[in-house]
């Protein structure tokens, strides 16, 4: 079976409708809602590029997965890029996707110098953390939240 080419790129206008889709399939995964204007507002924080980044990877043409990702400083190293949000299509899982975009992720804090690309997950999102222990280090923290 021939498999398609993935292309990783940052959000063009025309993605909206299909990033829109991606993230709230993201919220729901996780158990949670998001009001339009989040949507929004999260929409042209992509575009003006400045305080968060996103990229999109496109399988068949066809926006297939994103990532959501952010700089901040550390008090241990330089600069670090948090991986907040990354999420493929279900349809597509096992294709590469999720890789893709992980790997363009490093490639874009490497290029500036940033000392580590980090996220988190949920201990029980066993399908995402069978990916995520093939590219990255488990150091074994546990996240402790306080929800304003």
């Not at 829109?20 to 949670?32: D, N, T, V």
């Not at 999109?56 to 400083?73: K, N, P, Q, S, T």
């Not at 493929?88 to 110098?113: F, N």
């Amino acid at each position: 079976m021939l498999r398609g080419m993935i292309e990783i790129t940052g959000l063009r206008a025309d993605d909206r409708a299909a990033w829109a889709e991606l993230f709230a399939g993201y919220h729901e995964f996780y158990g949670r809602t998001w009001p339009a204007a989040r949507f929004d507002e999260a929409w042209q924080a992509f575009q003006d590029g400045a305080r968060v980044h996103a990229l999109g990877a496109r399988l068949d043409g066809r926006l297939a997965g994103i990532a959501h990702f952010l700089v901040h400083a550390s008090t241990t190293s330089a600069d670090v890029c948090y991986l907040q949000d990354l999420f493929t299509d279900p349809a597509v899982r096992g294709r590469g996707v999720g890789r893709a975009l992980i790997g363009a992720v490093e490639s874009w804090a490497r290029d500036r110098g940033l000392d580590r690309v980090y996220w988190h997950t949920k201990a029980d999102n066993t399908t995402a953390r069978r990916l995520y222990d093939q590219v990255a280090e488990h150091r074994g923290f546990i996240s402790y939240v306080i929800p304003l």
